[in-house]
T-cell receptor, first 115, second 114 residues
């Protein structure tokens, strides 16, 4: 089992460009979560998705940020018109389906640097 | 919604001593409480977890206790070693028919001094 795969591991963008971060959950997992972590800070929840559905996006900024988890392919976190404040590590995590499924497994993270 | 607080934010102990990190949560519906360890530049990794129907769980040098009435849970590390140095995050999850969501505490930076 390859675990939760994120790519790219490092991404550099200039202000105003778009950033796309991809996450493939663990085999058999159908729930995906995205968290943002600033240096020396904690994990801030952004969005929780199941296949083709956004379950909870209460932690995601209303503008410039979007997420999807299509029927086929990885989950994608998209940041449009990036600004310096978007520089952070973005962690994806996945868990199995079912009520009370628990056990969240994290990917290695994607580190976004905005110049 | 759920709110998780964590104390202390930093903790230094001598090698061989014990370390205790405490968390409180606000939503009585929370039913699962994992602890994650994050080493510098790496991903958070699950080290131990406890479910709401259990009061205590132990795995070698690590133990977690849960007090549902008081809505707090704690991580205990005994005989600390330098490799225990990391940031530790507690979390609380709320289950629902469609799945669950997790709220993390702000983290505790543990330093084990040789």
């Amino acid at each position: 089992n390859a675990g939760v795969m994120q790519n790219p591991r490092h991404l550099v963008r200039r202000r105003g460009q778009e950033a796309r971060l991809r996450c493939s959950p663990m085999k058999g997992h159908s729930h995906v979560y995205w968290y943002r972590q600033l240096p020396e800070e904690g994990l801030k929840f952004m969005v929780y998705l199941q296949k083709e559905n956004i379950i909870d996006e209460s932690g995601m900024p209303k503008e410039r940020f979007s997420a999807e988890f299509p029927k086929e392919g990885p989950s994608i976190l998209r940041i449009q018109q990036v600004v310096r404040g978007d520089s952070a590590a973005y962690f994806c995590a996945s868990s199995p389906s079912g009520a009370g499924a628990n056990v969240l497994t994290f990917g290695a993270g994607s580190r976004l640097t905005v110049l | 919604g759920e709110n998780v607080e964590q104390h202390p934010s930093t903790l230094s102990v001598q090698e061989g001593d014990s370390a205790v990190i405490k968390c409180t949560y606000s939503d009585s519906a929370s039913n699962y409480f994992p602890w994650y360890k994050q080493e510098l530049g790496k991903r958070p990794q699950l080290i131990i977890d406890i479910r709401s129907n259990v009061g205590e769980k132990k795995d070698q040098r690590i133990a977690v206790t849960l007090n549902k009435t008081a809505k707090h849970f704690s991580l205990h590390i005994t005989e600390t070693q330098p490799e225990d140095s990391a940031v530790y995050f507690c979390a609380a999850s709320i289950g629902a028919n469609y799945g669950q969501n997790f709220v993390f505490g702000p983290g505790t930076r543990l330093s084990v001094l040789p």
